[in-house]
């Protein structure tokens, strides 16, 4: 009795699905996501921190 290629590509679905799932898990909690905007610049360059 052969696999029809529907179900063959079901289960091969259903079987990236569990792997993606398990991945995910794995590496949760994430750091968080890169931030596609870079922040303003600073403007104190001197390094004496905030003034006063």
């Known amino acids: 009795m052969s696999t029809k ?3 063959r590509d079901a289960k091969e679905k259903a079987r990236l699905e569990e792997e993606l799932e398990e991945g ?3 590496t949760f909690p994430a750091s968080d ?3 596609a905007a870079q922040p ?3 403007r ?8 006063q």
Not at 44 to 51: A, V
């Open 44 to 51: 104190d360059k001197g390094g004496r921190g905030r003034r």
């Open 24 to 26: 995910l898990e794995e």
């Open 33 to 35: 996501p890169v931030s």
């Open 40 to 42: 303003a610049p600073s």
């Open 5 to 7: 290629p529907k179900d």
